[in-house]
């Protein structure tokens, strides 16, 4: 029940940081900083994701990848991940199902610790 009355709030969230992200750069406006890399100058898994996602929105994928790598790796299962817990359709359950399935889920979480492990061993 909580889930439909939150759909539509979740659905404008996700277009307006879309259009937010799109029309402002993060290179040249204010936006948040990572807390993680103020503190301890490691670069944490999100690091770039903002600029990421902007030069994405752009479709320069080059530019995204570079950074954040895993971001862009980890795009389509988020997107799945989304959509699974945000539709009603009949294919969400069985989406959601497999995207919460725990091979999924510790690979995912494999993939994101070993991401922060090796970009900030090849300083990326
Ligand atoms: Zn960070």
Redesign the pocket.
Known sequence: MARNKLRPVIIVCGIALIVVYYWLDPCTWWTPK?P??LWTGY??P??GAQRALHAALHLDFYAAVRCNLFLIIGLPYLSAAVVSHLSGRRYAVTLRRIVASKPIVWSYLFMFFIWWIVRNILQM
Do not use: I, N, T, Y
Request: aromatic fraction near 14%.
């Open positions: 990572c993680f890399k670069s944490c999100a690091c």
